[in-house]
């Protein structure tokens, strides 16, 4: 058990960087990304040597196409069967001042049967994935079935665009972080889940019910994580930002990538993943941290590969 299998949505991210927000007219610096956070985690992981296989659901249209190349120059391994959608899926993302993207999702998500992949030591879900009718039931099924074997990861990435029933979503996710061992989420992202509480709190809720981790991103404000032994906050590197696009699975891909090193990663590692210590989880957060900053750097979800990664660290 030497792979990961990341499970969700691969889509086109259609970004415009010139849109006039109050008027709605279309700038001239429109360009078109592969993406979608299960897909960016899965090259990311790929880019850092890790083996990778995922499973999605796009077309063999030319967007669908345009997925499989980039994937399999990245070196992810496409599950067979994830070809059988009527259309690739789009997210339309414009960008704010600040770089902040807000989406608009054209979307079908729908999985059947049991990937025909070797048994995997992590398996990593989120986004769409989790909450979207009818896939996301099969998506649930296939954590339980590999919870036996693999590490659970778990990214609520929530895009109410796509979510018909807030409270039906929010059970959801609910249920997904009781499987999960180790949640990623942003602080948008837990005031959405819970509002009357803060994040921190949530996040500490979160970690009675289940994952061994509970890490949360803050933008500018760096991030913290949560753990049996305590917590820990690294602060965000100073870079300038050229997009979010990707920041959050960036952040995803470099703390798996962290805990696949210190061997923390599988089901029979599970007691030594829950009994992480505040040390070690702290590198985890700076590695996650180090992989973000590297990709707001660069144009759409350009996730770092490991030679790149590592050269950012020995400049630390």
Not at 64 to 78: A, D, K, P, T
């Amino acid at each position: 058990m030497s792979r990961a299998l990341i499970i969700g949505e691969a889509l086109i991210d259609i970004v415009d960087r010139g849109q006039d927000r109050a008027s709605g007219r279309a700038g001239d610096d429109r360009a078109e990304y592969v993406g979608g956070s299960p897909l960016n985690v899965a090259v990311g992981l790929s880019r850092l040597g890790r083996g990778v296989d995922f499973l999605t659901h796009i077309a063999e249209d030319d967007y669908g196409r345009r997925i499989v190349g980039y994937v399999e120059r990245s070196g992810v391994q496409l599950v067979s069967g994830s070809m059988t959608a009527g259309r690739t899926p789009t997210a339309t993302a414009t960008l704010d001042a600040s770089g902040s993207a807000h989406y608009e999702f054209d979307i079908d998500w729908q999985l059947a049967g049991t990937p025909e992949v070797a048994t995997p030591l992590l398996v990593h879900t989120g986004s769409i994935a989790t909450v979207l009718e009818p896939g996301c039931r099969a998506t649930a099924a296939l954590l339980d079935a590999y919870r036996m074997s693999a590490t659970i990861s778990f990214d609520p990435n929530v895009r109410p665009a796509v979510i018909q029933d807030d409270d039906i979503a929010r059970g959801r996710i609910d249920r997904l972080v009781e499987r999960a061992d180790i949640v990623k989420a942003s602080d948008d992202d837990l005031r959405w889940v819970d509002p009357r509480h803060s994040p921190e709190q949530t996040a500490r809720a979160w970690l009675e019910v289940g994952p061994s981790i509970v890490a949360v991103t803050a933008g500018e404000g760096g991030a913290f994580a949560v753990c049996r032994a305590g917590s820990v906050s690294v602060p965000a590197q100073n870079v300038r930002v050229v997009d979010t696009v990707g920041a959050g699975d960036a952040f995803m891909t470099g703390m798996l990538d962290a805990l696949w090193s210190f061997g923390l990663l599988g089901a029979d590692r599970r007691h030594d993943l829950a009994r992480i210590s505040t040390e070690t989880l702290e590198q985890v957060l700076s590695t996650a941290v180090r992989a973000s900053a590297l990709t707001v750097a660069r144009a759409g979800a350009d996730l770092p590969d490991r030679a790149t990664l590592d050269e950012s660290a020995a400049q630390a």
